[in-house]
Antibody, heavy 120, light 110 residues
Framework: QVTLRESGPALVKPTQTLTLTCTVS??????????VSWIRQPPGKALEWLARIDWDDDKYYNTSLKTRLTISKDTSKNQVVLIMTYMDPVDTATYYC????????????WGQGTLVTVPS | QSVLTQPPSVSAAAGQKVTISCSGT????????ISWYQHLPGTAPKLLIY???KRPSGIPDRFSGSKSGTSATLGITGLQTGDEADYYCGTWDGSLSTWVFGGGTKLTVL
């Protein structure tokens, strides 16, 4: 059974760095074709894709947020980590991780999400 | 502003059919595949359609997808109150090497 679970702080102060962890089970991050993306949804707004890391360690970032994001993985721990620097109140959102299994083209499994609040 | 364009809302009566459109450009649609997601408040988004028109296991055939040129459509037949949700289209834009979502469409079942 494939599952993904996000974890991280619920509250982050402005200018601080956010570190989120996605712990996966039911598949290996080193299996060919396996990719994990981070997506967020600010309250009342649309989904926004943030970053993706592939089985071969290729990494991709949202163009607008690229300078603030770092994605990495620890295959032995079955974890994908997203770091976002210089947090701002506009970064308040529910953050999701999701699996992308090439060659299929959809985000087929999602975590339940974790709400991160940046107070003003 | 989202890269892919969806209507903000659609509505239809229970038991009827509704379609949700998603439009883009040749850059992001091109030869890329479209997927669709159902998002109920407080839950994880669910994949409904991938590869333009394929349904994952467990998704009823009331849900269908199609793509033509720079537009795609999600169809839902036999509408149920449980279908009330936000629906998003998305695709991997190979030219930008980024994933892009539509702005989402809120479905109301009357």
């Amino acid at each position: 059974q494939v599952t993904l679970r996000e974890s991280g702080p619920a509250l982050v102060k402005p200018t601080q760095t956010l570190t989120l962890t996605c712990t996966v089970s039911g598949f290996s991050l080193s299996t060919s074709g396996m990719c994990v993306s981070w997506i967020r949804q600010p309250p009342g707004k649309a989904l926004e894709w943030l970053a993706r890391i592939d089985w071969d360690d290729d990494k991709y970032y949202n163009t607008s947020l690229k300078t603030r994001l770092t994605i990495s993985k620890d295959t032995s721990k079955n974890q994908v980590v997203l770091i976002m620097t210089y947090m701002d109140p506009v970064d308040t959102a529910t953050y999701y991780c999701a699996r992308y299994n090439i060659p299929a083209t959809g985000l087929d499994y999602w975590g339940q999400g974790t709400l991160v609040t940046v107070p003003s | 502003q989202s890269v892919l364009t969806q209507p903000p809302s659609v509505s239809a009566a229970a038991g009827q059919k509704v379609t949700i459109s998603c439009s883009g450009t040749s850059s992001n649609f091109g030869n890329n595949y479209i997927s669709w997601y159902q998002h109920l408040p407080g839950t994880a988004p669910k994949l409904l359609i991938y590869d333009n028109d394929k349904r994952p296991s467990g998704i009823p055939d009331r849900f269908s997808g199609s793509k033509s040129g720079t537009s795609a459509t999600l169809g839902i037949t036999g509408l149920q109150t449980g279908d009330e949700a936000d629906y998003y289209c998305g695709t991997w834009d190979g030219s930008l090497s980024t994933w892009v979502f539509g702005g989402g469409t809120k479905l109301t079942v009357l």
